[in-house]
């Protein structure tokens, strides 16, 4: 079997796409699958940690927060993703995975606490960690969360699934001429405009020289594919 190009990496996951087809909450279908391309990958050896948003069910920007104060509304988003990593995690399970959900805001009858030494003994033991409730502090994106906790537990990559393949010089829903990046480097991606993590997580993951490879989680075994080191998605590097 050919060695995986990376060790250990974070998988940031967004809530919408937890939704599939649907409007709102968690797909079974959808996240079965992803249960599935997670497998693939902690067979190869592979240590394996999670991040997830809340979207698909609140975001403390969205507009059923307007009105609201913004720390209280994202305090809710928080909760959302413990509810996402929960359900994660006990798919994980029903599929002979062993997963552990940590979370930054303690609810200890529900979910463990964020321990940095406990999570890296996890990782070590072959066992999944999904970091729940972001940072534990508002007005900060699941994405921060997701450059800080790679950053913290050493991860050589992190692997940003979204719903489009990669990073495009243009939106290629609206420019058909378009074209994916294979690599670019954090300063190319910050002058031409690209977003592809908002600035705070962007920023960190540069300081870390902490790569990151946007992909397309609909793609099926391309979450394999890049831990294999083939060309998929698009490698933001320093």
């Known amino acids: 079997m050919t060695t995986p190009a990376y060790k250990r990496v974070l998988l940031k996951l967004s809530g919408e796409a937890l939704m599939g087809d649907d409007a709102y909450g968690i797909n079974r279908a959808t996240i079965e699958r992803m249960v599935a391309d997670v497998a693939e990958v902690t067979q190869l050896g592979v240590e394996l940690a999670i991040v997830i948003g809340g979207g698909n069910i609140f975001r403390g920007v969205a507009p059923g ?25 006990d798919a994980m399970r029903q599929a002979g995975l062993t997963a552990r959900v ?31 409730a972001g940072t534990g502090n508002p007005f900060f994106t699941t ?10 537990i050493g991860a050589q990559i992190v692997l940003k699934a979204t719903k489009v393949d990669g ?12 074209t994916r990046y294979t690599t670019i480097t954090f300063d190319e991606a910050i002058s031409k ?14 300081d870390q020289k902490l790569p990151i490879k946007v992909f397309s989680i609909l793609k099926p075994g391309a979450l394999k594919r890049i831990v294999m080191g083939e060309d998929e998605g698009t490698l933001v590097h320093v």
């Open 143 to 152: 994405d921060t969360a997701a450059a800080l906790r790679g950053s913290e």
């Open 65 to 89: 927060a307007q009105g609201m104060d913004r720390a209280t509304a994202d305090y809710m988003g928080m909760l959302a993703t413990v509810m996402n990593s929960l359900a994660l995690a």
């Open 102 to 132: 940590m979370s930054a805001i303690a609810i200890e009858q529900v979910v463990e606490p964020y321990v940095r030494p406990k999570a890296l003994q996890y990782l070590e033991e072959g066992k999944i960690v999904v970091f729940a």
């Open 167 to 178: 990073v495009y010089t243009a939106d290629p829903k609206k420019d058909p001429a378009a």
């Open 193 to 206: 405009h690209l977003q592809v993590m908002d600035a705070t997580a962007f920023a960190l993951c540069r």
